[in-house]
């Protein structure tokens, strides 16, 4: 079935380094864009990354352009988030997301993984 | 950035009664704008796409409306699953923005 499995979260000190992952299954993945959402508790959704099917194109929320880097390999089905020089407001729950639309367009969210905690504290 | 700005923030019904929920965006997206649900400890569930076309397996109660800056989010007849909070998002920019959130309670 089609799915998206987080994993990667975890606690770190503020400044610290940390890579999550998504692994994809059932869907071509190659064909389509993906996405990082994040949720702090208790609070709403907030979008943070967008890579192109192809990986070519990439965009970033201004709360983490320059500290987070998107990519992915399509060969092993993965997206990843780099996170680096991570504050205690990075601190949420990260969920990865397939965009529906075309391979370079930016659409609605129709697969969500089951996300993962990232915990920012010394 | 394009701000979304949902109403009301919170909001408590009964169930069978009908509910709508408003999202406006800060400038015109067209008809770039979707909705989700999503239940405590899980996922946000994709229920309606470009402004009114429905999800696959998504129930017919659900439906959305709108275009440029002023969309609805209605539930027909509220069942007990369908409490829950519920986004808009836009995909009109590259910079994707959510609104805040409504959050629909048991009466």
């Known amino acids: 079935q089609v799915q998206l499995v987080e994993s990667g979260g975890g606690v770190v000190q503020p400044g610290g380094s940390l890579r999550l992952s998504c692994a994809a299954s059932?869907?071509?993945?190659?064909?389509?864009?993906m996405h990082w959402v994040r949720q702090a508790p208790g609070k709403g959704l907030e979008w943070v990354a967008f890579?192109?099917?192809?990986?070519?194109?990439?965009y970033y929320a201004d709360s983490v352009k320059g500290r987070f880097t998107i990519s992915r390999d399509n060969s092993k089905n993965t997206l990843y988030l780099q996170m680096n020089s991570l504050r205690a407001e990075d601190t949420a729950v990260y969920y990865c997301?397939?965009?529906?639309?075309?391979?370079?367009?930016?659409?609605?969210?129709?697969?969500w993984g089951q996300g993962t905690m990232v915990t920012v504290s010394s | 950035d394009i701000q979304m700005t949902q109403s009301p923030s919170s909001l408590s019904a009964s169930v069978g009664d009908r509910v709508t929920i408003t999202c406006r965006a800060s400038?015109?997206?067209?008809?770039?704008l979707n909705w989700y649900q999503q239940k405590p400890g899980k996922a946000p569930k994709l229920l309606i796409y470009?402004?009114?076309s429905l999800q696959s397996g998504v129930p017919s109660r659900f439906s959305g409306s709108g275009s440029g800056t002023d969309f609805t989010l209605t539930i027909s007849s509220l069942q007990p699953e369908d409490f829950a909070t519920y986004y808009c998002?836009?995909?009109?920019?590259?910079?994707?923005?959510f609104g805040q959130g409504t959050r629909l309670e048991i009466k």
């Open positions: 997301a397939k965009d529906r639309g075309g391979p370079g367009s930016i659409d609605a969210f129709d697969i």
């Open positions: 059932g869907f071509t993945f190659s064909s389509y864009g």
């Open positions: 890579i192109r099917y192809d990986g070519s194109n990439k």
């Open positions: 400038q015109s997206i067209s008809s770039y």
């Open positions: 470009a402004a009114s």
């Open positions: 998002q836009q995909s009109y920019s590259t910079q994707v923005t």
